[in-house]
């Protein structure tokens, strides 16, 4: 059995914690193998819940448990993580500016930024799931500049997951019948890219399955508008499947995967993509570390691939913008 390890999760009070706790607690993100001191952080008025969470947890027996407590101070919460995992943001509200939006989150991953780079251990690794997580996630890592940049990650895992569930709905197959690198680039936003044209359906290349008019016609705007399209059914955003695709993150991250699985990372130049943004890449992960992939891009099959790539990008960096990063 390992050293445990300190694993703080923000918004713990929140829908999409609630359904994430048990599954971390139960090994799911960091392995059966790895014992954890968790930390939950919300703001004061929160409180009162999380010790009714905390009760929760404890009467849950997980044997990897090894320590719990609550904060609404991030400069307590921070200290000494291994890892955290950012849940709470302000939460877009019919009718809000988007500049609002970006400025009120901010000021959240601001504070969270500074504490992180005060006290968390300089290894800490972060996986940011608050909206807008790629802009929120490049603002935490700018304020926690004694952080390598590597060990920030924005949460596009759930799409991925839509589009393997997608596809699996059009083939009549499971996800086992797909091999091959399927991933999404871009944003957590409506401008974000599907990429199939590695990807095989039973051996056979996914567009010669179900058709490149399906890819581009509905598949792809389909995975782009699912989180409304959940909002406009439930009334609330996605929470379950958030919660699921955080722990596939959270797993191929630190325990290891030999598949190809989307991440937003730290832009480095790779497939035309500027430095300066969180940006979602094919990634393979091996002992806690992320690669981006090289896929073959072939543009006579794919025009558009590179311009869609490009508008993504520049809504990353509007966002930016907006901000105040840039
Ligand atoms: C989702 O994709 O379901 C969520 O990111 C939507 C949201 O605004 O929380």
Same mark, same amino acid.
Request: proline share 6%.
């Given at each position: 059995? @390992?050293?445990? &390890? !300190? #694993?703080? %999760?923000? +918004?713990?009070?929140?829908?999409?914690?609630?359904?994430? *706790?048990?599954?971390?607690?139960?090994?799911?993100?960091?392995?059966?193998?790895?014992?954890?001191?968790?930390?939950?952080?919300?703001?004061?008025?929160?409180?009162?819940?999380?010790?009714?969470?905390?009760?929760?947890?404890?009467?849950?027996?997980?044997?990897?448990?090894?320590?719990?407590?609550?904060?609404?101070?991030?400069?307590?919460?921070?200290?000494?993580?291994?890892?955290?995992?950012?849940?709470?943001?302000?939460?877009?509200?019919?009718?809000?500016?988007?500049?609002?939006?970006?400025?009120?989150?901010?000021?959240?991953?601001?504070?969270?930024?500074?504490?992180?780079?005060?006290?968390? @251990?300089?290894? &800490? !690794? #972060?996986? %940011?799931? +608050?909206?807008?997580?790629?802009?929120?996630?490049?603002? *935490?890592?700018?304020?926690?500049?004694?952080?390598?940049?590597?060990?920030?990650?924005?949460?596009?895992?759930?799409?991925?997951?839509?589009?393997?569930?997608?596809?699996?709905?059009?083939?009549?197959?499971?996800?086992?019948?797909?091999?091959?690198?399927?991933?999404?680039?871009?944003?957590?936003?409506?401008?974000?890219?599907?990429?199939?044209?590695?990807?095989?359906?039973?051996?056979?290349?996914?567009?010669?399955?179900?058709?490149?008019?399906?890819?581009?016609?509905?598949?792809?705007?389909?995975?782009?508008?699912?989180?409304?399209?959940?909002?406009?059914?439930?009334?609330?955003?996605?929470?379950?499947?958030?919660?699921?695709?955080?722990?596939?993150?959270?797993?191929?991250?630190?325990?290891?995967?030999?598949?190809?699985?989307?991440?937003?990372?730290?832009?480095?130049?790779?497939?035309?993509?500027?430095?300066?943004?969180?940006?979602?890449?094919?990634?393979?992960?091996?002992?806690?570390?992320?690669?981006?992939?090289?896929?073959?891009?072939?543009?006579?099959?794919?025009?558009?691939?590179?311009?869609?790539?490009?508008?993504?990008?520049?809504?990353?960096?509007?966002?930016?913008?907006?901000?105040?990063?840039?």
């Amino acid at each position: 059995m @390992k050293s445990p &390890i !300190k #694993v703080v %999760v923000t +918004g713990a009070a929140g829908r999409i914690a609630n359904s994430i *706790l048990p599954r971390i607690c139960h090994g799911d993100g960091f392995g059966f193998d790895q014992p954890i001191d968790l930390v939950l952080l919300d703001i004061a008025p929160a409180l009162k819940v999380l010790n009714g969470v905390i009760m929760e947890l404890q009467d849950c027996s997980f044997p990897l448990l090894r320590g719990i407590e609550a904060s609404a101070d991030p400069m307590v919460a921070f200290k000494d993580a291994d890892f955290a995992l950012m849940l709470a943001s302000c939460p877009y509200q019919p009718g809000m500016m988007r500049l609002d939006f970006l400025t009120r989150n901010k000021a959240i991953f601001k504070e969270q930024g500074i504490a992180i780079n005060a006290v968390a @251990k300089k290894t &800490i !690794k #972060v996986l %940011v799931v +608050g909206n807008p997580a790629n802009t929120n996630c490049l603002v *935490l890592a700018a304020h926690a500049p004694s952080i390598p940049r590597k060990n920030f990650c924005a949460l596009t895992r759930l799409d991925h997951n839509r589009a393997i569930s997608q596809l699996c709905f059009q083939a009549k197959c499971t996800p086992a019948d797909i091999s091959g690198s399927i991933c999404i680039f871009g944003n957590h936003s409506s401008t974000m890219v599907t990429f199939t044209e590695d990807g095989t359906i039973k051996g056979k290349p996914v567009a010669d399955v179900v058709g490149k008019e399906f890819l581009v016609s509905q598949f792809e705007p389909r995975i782009q508008e699912r989180g409304y399209a959940i909002i406009s059914e439930k009334g609330s955003p996605s929470v379950f499947s958030a919660a699921s695709a955080a722990i596939d993150c959270i797993h191929d991250w630190m325990v290891g995967t030999d598949r190809v699985v989307s991440m937003a990372v730290a832009s480095s130049g790779k497939y035309g993509i500027p430095e300066g943004v969180f940006y979602s890449f094919p990634c393979v992960c091996k002992g806690g570390e992320w690669e981006i992939v090289d896929l073959k891009v072939d543009p006579t099959r794919n025009p558009e691939l590179n311009t869609k790539l490009q508008k993504s990008y520049e809504e990353l960096v509007s966002e930016a913008k907006m901000a105040g990063i840039y």
